[in-house]
T-cell receptor, first 112, second 116 residues
Framework: AQSVTQLDSQVPVFEEAPVELRCNYS??????LFWYVQYPNQGLQLLLK??????LVESINGFEAEFNKSQTSFHLRKPSVHISDTAEYFC??????????FGQGTTLQVKP | DAGVIQSPRHEVTEMGQEVTLRCKPI?????LFWYRQTMMRGLELLIY????????DSGMPEDRFSAKMPNASFSTLKIQPSEPRDSAVYFC??????????????FGSGTRLTVV
């Protein structure tokens, strides 16, 4: 069985500061890893994903995540956050079936 | 493409009533997923379909919940009878099938259900 643990339920940070949202996964098979973002009153949007190849993946809005197989982690980072990054972030894992299992979510609160 | 379309956006109903949530997936996507989101339990996968066939319904909480996908462009999630603990946001998502699902899901905007 697969599972995802997001280690922080809330992360408060000041604008322009760096941030890391932590994600660990458990799986007995090869995995694919994802970060989704949910803005208030909206559905989830794909932020970035790791399928294969380079272990460092980037999104178009400055986020990046690194797949670390030995530590079974896929932490999300951004060197300088904006107010508009305030949202809930979900880490997810899937396998060849395409079935996505989500973590509990981390609320990123960017303060001015 | 208009994306995944869910209706209604909001539903308020009395305990004991039947509730039907609807979803239209993206054309060409042959996998469809129903998720439930609550503060306490986060995002839970209720059921998913591949080519209109239910593949895994192990997340359906109890017999009061049922889901159908009569064709590739429509799915329903029904709760009968509804209870206050069913109050949640219900999301539908669609994707290409099988391993191609890993290119990403597209989520609808959700249905916020309140059972009073």
């Amino acid at each position: 069985a697969q599972s995802v643990t997001q280690l922080d339920s809330q992360v408060p940070v000041f604008e322009e500061a760096p941030v890391e949202l932590r994600c660990n996964y458990s799986s007995s098979v090869s995995v694919y890893l994802f970060w989704y973002v949910q803005y208030p009153n909206q559905g989830l949007q794909l932020l970035l994903k790791y399928l294969s190849g380079s272990t460092l993946v980037e999104s178009i809005n400055g986020f990046e995540a690194e797949f670390n197989k030995s530590q079974t982690s896929f932490h999300l980072r951004k060197p300088s956050v904006h107010i508009s990054d305030t949202a809930e972030y979900f880490c997810a894992v899937s396998s060849n079936t395409g079935k996505l299992i989500f973590g509990q979510g981390t609320t990123l609160q960017v303060k001015p | 493409d208009a994306g995944v379309i869910q209706s209604p956006r909001h539903e308020v109903t009395e305990m004991g009533q039947e509730v039907t949530l609807r979803c239209k997936p993206i054309s060409g996507h042959n996998s469809l997923f129903w998720y439930r989101q609550t503060m306490m339990r986060g995002l839970e996968l209720l059921i998913y379909f591949n080519n209109n066939v239910p593949i895994d319904d192990s997340g359906m909480p109890e017999d009061r919940f049922s889901a159908k996908m009569p064709n590739a462009s429509f799915s329903t999630l029904k709760i009968q009878p509804s209870e206050p603990r069913d109050s949640a946001v219900y999301f539908c998502a669609s994707s290409l099938g099988g391993r191609r699902a890993n290119y990403g899901y597209t989520f609808g905007s959700g249905t916020r259900l309140t059972v009073v």
